[in-house]
Structure formats: structure tokens, C-alpha cells
């Protein structure tokens, strides 16, 4: 298949690919060839050109990593930072990578106190205070994750501005995302 970059200009626009579509992956001056002053160019279906192995990570060489930052002295990052320690070359090994990093983070989220990943609709309930059987109340900016539809809300104090000292203010769960 030959084409000018006119001709390319002129095809065609998609935003979603098919695995079966045909992309143009090589356009050059065919300079050696009894063509001379035309444009060589080749196809490839998406499936073969967006399999893992032939894709590169844009600006992978920039990605700088340092293992002894202290953010990384937790042991649930064990597996990130063996990960780490080797050459990502390829987008499955970045793919790898990124799903370790994942994993690690989200183990660690479920262990803070202040965030909560529990299924809606509604806000999960707090078992009462086992020494005096009163509710427990969640501190303010405790975060609630609801896995049904990963919407995020906030715990938040409402304090009248005219009732600082209010040993009662109001209590909300306000949504911070919508998907």
C-alpha cells in the first residue's frame, strides 16, 4: 500500500480502534526503489501492533525510582521493591509493576484506620465503644470508599460559625467524587 502524507492526511479519523483495524506504522521516502520520490508506508492490524510485546513505555528511561526513600520501608512494598530491582522493557513488565505497586498500596490503605472500604448504599456502622457502649463517632476527614460504585465520601463536622464551641455539631458524609 502506497500513500503521500497528503493522501494519509486526507483518510479517514477514528477514536476507538478494533483489534481488526489496520493502522499505518511505517512511512518512508523510497529513495532506494525504482519508485523514487514516492512513499512506502506499511499496515499492521491493532492486535499485533498494541500486543505487549511490541509496545514501548513512552520516556520509560525518565522513570527514577529510589529504593531507600523511607516510603518504602514498610514491608508490604517487599514485593514492589523486588520488582524494582529489575529492567521494565516492555509494557508487560510495566503492567507487573504497576499491579504490585497497586496491590501494595491498597493493603496498606485497608489497614489505615481512618479509611474505609466498605459496600454502599449506605455508610458502614461503628461497633459501639466496648467500655462505656456508646456510639463511636468516626473522626473528621476519615474517608469512606463505597465498592459498589467506588464513589468517595469524606467525614465532615459542620460547625455553625456562630456555634464554635457547639459540643454537638452536625456530622455528614460528603461525596468528593462522582463516577
Same mark, same amino acid.
Given at each position: 500500500m ?38 512506502l ?10 500486543? @505487549?510485546?511490541?509496545? *514501548? #513505555?513512552?520516556?520509560? +528511561?525518565?522513570?527514577? &525510582?529510589?529504593? =531507600? ?18 529492567d ?16 501494595a ?26 467500655? @462505656?457502649?456508646e456510639? *463511636? #463517632?468516626?473522626?473528621? +476527614?476519615?474517608?469512606? &470508599?463505597?465498592? =459498589? ?31
Amino acid at each position: 500500500m502506497e500513500y503521500n502524507l497528503i493522501k494519509i492526511s486526507q483518510l479517514d479519523e477514528t477514536s476507538v480502534l478494533e483489534n481488526d483495524d489496520f493502522i499505518v506504522t511505517d512511512i518512508r521516502s523510497a529513495d532506494d526503489s525504482p519508485t523514487r520520490g514516492k512513499y512506502l508506508s506499511r499496515r499492521i492490524k491493532v492486535k499485533n501492533a498494541f500486543s @505487549t510485546n511490541n509496545i *514501548r #513505555l513512552s520516556r520509560a +528511561g525518565e522513570i527514577v &525510582i529510589n529504593l =531507600n526513600d523511607p516510603i518504602f520501608d514498610d514491608e508490604v512494598f517487599d514485593n514492589l521493591k523486588e520488582e524494582l530491582k529489575n529492567d521494565i522493557t516492555n509494557q508487560s513488565d510495566a503492567n507487573i509493576l504497576f499491579t504490585t505497586a497497586i496491590q501494595a498500596l491498597m493493603e496498606k490503605v485497608r489497614t489505615l484506620p481512618n479509611i474505609l472500604m466498605t459496600p454502599g448504599p449506605n455508610p458502614p456502622e461503628r461497633d459501639p465503644d466496648p467500655t @462505656t457502649g456508646e456510639e *463511636r #463517632l468516626y473522626t473528621e +476527614g476519615t474517608l469512606w &470508599i463505597d465498592t =459498589n460504585t467506588f464513589r468517595t465520601y469524606i467525614y465532615f463536622y459542620d460547625r455553625d460559625s456562630s456555634m464554635q464551641n457547639d459540643p454537638n455539631p452536625t456530622r455528614h458524609w460528603v461525596s468528593l467524587t462522582d463516577r
